[in-house]
């Protein structure tokens, strides 16, 4: 049940997403932010993120199974679930989906990379197929996506009032799966390390940071891509650390993830909502 309640919620947001978007201003948005900021977002994205998990296992003496989920929660960005609702938040929507759509074609390139790399740290040899990432990354993100836009674009009478519903429509089977997904998980949540969610946590908060602390452009845009670098793909992490990596243990590390990665967005949005009035105020 669980392989159709995800996937079909992922499906539904991501047709919603695309009603909402402008391909203008999608375009826009990644010729305003420059070629110099999308590859200095290639390592804060693709390299920061899976360095620091590493870095946070060792520290907390994480087993290998949590290690690997932790690790492959860093190395997968771009998660489909973030956009529609960042508008409300504040953040730029445009600019959240253009780098989306950025992480989606990159990941197939850059993921194998890191993966094979972090493996022959621990003398393992693994390498992941990018059409086998690309066919992910084109099923769940960018053919719903370029869905909902076309639909829009063709017979927005019928696309808008459908819009909100899909909206509520996908939020709520995403709520049913991560219900099941907790109820089949809680045995191994249990016998996982005490430091797993402290791990988890403070790699969401790292993700965030570095691109607060050295990407150094405009609020919007630095307070936009740090919320979307927390992001990761958790269903691309359980993919890769299943499929690749052969990790058991992994799964609790990627649902404290899961869990708390949310949570601390939140926390930051609020932050930057509350912000903005004192700031505008002074």
Known sequence: ML?????AAVLVLMVSVGMSLDLSQLVGESRRLGAWAWLRLLVFTFVVPPAVALLLARVFGL???????LFVVGAAPGAPLLTRNISRNGFDRHLAASYQLWCAL??????PVVVWAAARLYDRDVWIPPSALLLQ?????????AGGMALMALAPGLARPLERPLNVIGNLLLIAGFAIVLIAIGPALATASPWLPVAAALLAVASMAVVR???????LTEQTLA???ANRHVGLALLISGQYLHAERAVPAVASFALLAPLLMMLYARRIKTAAPAIAAA
């Not at 602390?213 to 609020?219: C, E, G, P, Q, S």
């Open 3 to 7: 392989r159709l309640v995800v996937p």
């Open 63 to 69: 087993g290998p199974g949590e290690t690997a989920g």
């Open 106 to 111: 990159v990941t197939p390139l850059a993921v």
């Open 137 to 145: 990354v084109a099923k769940q993100q960018l053919l719903p996506l």
């Open 213 to 219: 602390l050295l990407l150094k452009t405009d609020d």
């Open 227 to 229: 919320i979307c670098n």
